[in-house]
């Protein structure tokens, strides 16, 4: 299977948190989610964790390679960069994936990559990952809580996103 992309600096495992979550369904195919996670505006409609999307510099609300957004999650408002965008095309996976910062002094600043991958399997399967990498002294708390909150929150969105997913599917048939 494909696997997430990852800067040197921010190779699970180097850094000071890293979270993983994945669901593989049927019954739908990276056409049907893709449009419901580059469509950051969206977000909120399907994880409650996300809140006051926007783009800077006008761009949005897709986001693109180098599209500058913000929203907040986790209780952070973190500033975002897209740093690898690739649309569905067939024989390839969908990626996405931005770095994104909270701002603060060593106590407080946040940074992380979030990357996504969407993939056609046989079957009439799609395959969903979607990980993230942190460093800051935040990362080094949430590492250590329990339950783990990165893992959970992340397992919401992919539960909200493939649900959206499938309403929206079932509207349009």
């Not at 505006?41 to 926007?54: C, I, M, Q």
């Not at 994936?97 to 940074?111: C, F, I, M, T, Y």
């Not at 002294?137 to 949430?142: H, N, R, S």
């Amino acid at each position: 299977m494909n696997e997430i992309l990852w800067p040197d600096d921010y190779l699970p495992g180097t850094t000071d948190n890293f979270c993983s979550n994945e669901v593989i369904v049927a019954g739908l195919s990276t056409d049907d989610v893709w449009p419901l996670l580059y469509n950051a505006t969206v977000w909120p409609s399907y994880y409650s964790n996300s809140a006051d999307v926007g783009f800077h510099d006008g761009p949005g609300p897709e986001l693109s390679a180098g599209a500058r957004f913000y929203f907040k999650t986790f209780g952070f408002p973190v500033q975002a960069k897209v740093t690898e965008y690739v649309p569905p095309a067939a024989g390839q996976p969908a990626r996405v994936a931005w770095h994104g910062w909270a701002e603060g002094d060593e106590q407080s600043r946040l940074d992380v990559i979030h990357a996504w991958l969407i993939e056609d399997l046989s079957g009439g399967r799609v395959r969903v990952l979607t990980q993230e990498s942190q460093k800051g002294k935040p990362a080094v708390e949430l590492a250590k809580t329990r339950p783990n909150p990165m893992i959970n929150g992340h397992q919401d969105w992919l539960d909200g996103l493939i649900d959206a997913a499938r309403k929206a599917k079932g509207a349009r048939q």
